[in-house]
């Protein structure tokens, strides 16, 4: 065996197969000493004094000898496959001990980097916990963690130990437990947009426009309020109810939204808590859960400088699973988006006329002069809308009050940038190609009703 292998299997055997001395064993060896020096000491010779250590020795071992082994002991964790960025979510152990004495257990969960490890006394949870483990029974210890970043992890071990009956010996041992955790984006956004989604898709009141009846379908009869469409009153319903009763439709189902999420470098930027990239995931399955609760068909494309990722169209509720697992753990890269593969891609694959809703920066994009036509020849056949998100260092130097020279050319710089960006997007949005730049708090919100009032007022 070389020196090598023989350093990695001592390591080995100290991380998994181990046998430490107890905090019992150094008190009971100092509390032998003692004792035989004072027999000796009394008179009671080296005979006294040998004998007492001799008995120390025996009883360490015949403790030793009973630690409860590792074929007596099983373990196994239980934790869901699938749990989102951000949120706490439990982890259950569960500990059978066939042995024939008590156990005080420390547990060590083998946890990525990325996973948040509550300390010893934290109430909800723990990390490293003592306790005990009933002799041939089954106990159960449950933690809570969170992932604060989105990806596919593996917990593979679960350090463990032990005491002996006496607590001289302590024996440390592993057990290969391997789960699979899915960390997804956080989906509070989209199960409050399903929550909310008969709501905004009935205005109740707004200014008298124009409907052509034939591109919605009946949905239910209430109260009249005021600013519906006095052509929508059900007199039939009025006269039984003895009061104005109104006809609400909802629009045609079946159209379809093609969303395109930018991943490149851009989006990499970091905001308060998570970068624009997460924001931009939360915003884009908001808008698919609430488009497919409509009977819609929705497709997904992630994209940098080549297509990372392309979900086609579905239009059941069960098609959001199809569209999480092919985009969660997708990261952003450090290449410049290519804009212009994009949407050739997205023309080569959707046929049909869609509402595109692209998720990205809008500086980079607004600066390719030669995206201008194409995205217009694009508008011929889709509806083309661009979200971003407003850089948080832009508008806090943009409102600061400036008491240096340096505060003044940062302040002058950022309201230039400001002005110039909105000159650029009044400019595109008056060639009808649809944008706008949202605080991050607030961009699936703008991307919810950027598609409610697409489809409420007929655009496609």
């Not at 000491?41 to 009883?59: A, K, N, R």
């Not at 002799?135 to 159960?140: A, F, L, M, Y």
């Not at 469409?229 to 439709?249: F, H």
């Not at 806090?396 to 400036?402: G, K």
Request: proline share 3%.
């Amino acid at each position: 065996m070389s020196k090598l292998s023989m350093i990695s299997w001592l390591r080995s055997l100290f991380r998994d197969k181990a046998v430490l001395p107890g905090a019992n064993l150094v008190l009971g060896t100092l509390l032998v000493g003692v004792i035989a020096w004072v027999s000796a000491f009394l008179g009671g010779g080296w005979p006294i004094f040998w004998g007492i250590i001799g008995l120390g020795l025996v009883l360490s071992l015949i403790d030793l000898a009973n630690l409860t082994s590792r074929k007596d002991l099983a373990c196994r964790r239980e934790v869901g496959a699938s749990q989102e960025r951000g949120r706490e979510f439990a982890v259950e152990l569960v500990f059978v001990n066939r042995g024939r004495i008590p156990l005080h257990l420390d547990l060590i969960d083998e946890l990525p980097q990325v996973f948040v490890r509550p300390p010893i006394d934290h109430p909800n949870g723990w990390s490293i916990a003592r306790r005990l483990v009933c002799p041939v029974g089954e106990s159960c210890f449950v933690y809570r963690t969170q992932a604060a970043i989105r990806g596919d992890y593996a917990l593979n071990r679960l350090y463990v130990r032990y005491r002996s009956g006496l607590g001289l010996w302590v024996k440390q041992t592993s057990f290969p437990i391997r789960s699979r955790v899915k960390v997804t984006p956080d989906l509070s956004g989209v199960r409050g947009s399903l929550a909310r989604a008969q709501k905004l898709l009935m205005h109740q009141g707004g200014v008298v426009k124009r409907n052509v009846y034939g591109d919605s379908e009946f949905s239910q009869v209430r109260a009249y309020v005021v600013g519906d469409d006095p052509r929508r009153i059900n007199w039939r319903q009025t006269a039984k109810m003895n009061e104005l009763m109104s006809n609400v439709y909802q629009p045609e189902h079946g159209k379809y939204i093609s969303i395109l999420v930018d991943c490149g470098r851009v989006m990499g930027v970091e905001l308060t808590d998570v970068n624009r990239l997460e924001r931009a995931l939360e915003a884009a399955l908001s808008v698919a859960a609430l488009a497919l609760r409509q009977g819609d068909y929705v497709s997904m494309t992630v994209f940098s400088n080549t297509i990372r990722a392309h979900i086609p169209s579905g239009n059941s509720l069960g098609h959001l699973r199809t569209i999480l697992d092919g985009v969660y753990g997708i990261q952003n890269d450090t290449q410049e988006s290519n804009y212009g593969h994009v949407l050739s891609y997205l023309e080569s694959v959707q046929k049909r006329q869609s509402m595109v809703l692209m998720f990205s920066d809008l500086t980079p994009f607004l600066l390719q002069d030669d995206l201008l036509s194409y995205v217009q020849g694009m508008r011929r056949r889709h509806l083309f809308m661009l979200l971003g998100v407003q850089d948080p260092m832009e508008l806090c130097w943009s409102a600061a009050v400036p008491d240096t020279v340096q505060g003044s050319m940062l302040k002058s710089a950022a309201q230039k940038i400001r002005l110039e960006k909105k000159d650029r997007i009044r400019h595109w949005s008056s060639l009808g190609l649809h944008m706008a730049e949202v605080k991050e708090e607030h961009l699936a919100g703008a991307a919810v009703d950027s598609y409610v009032q697409a489809i409420n007022r007929g655009m496609l």
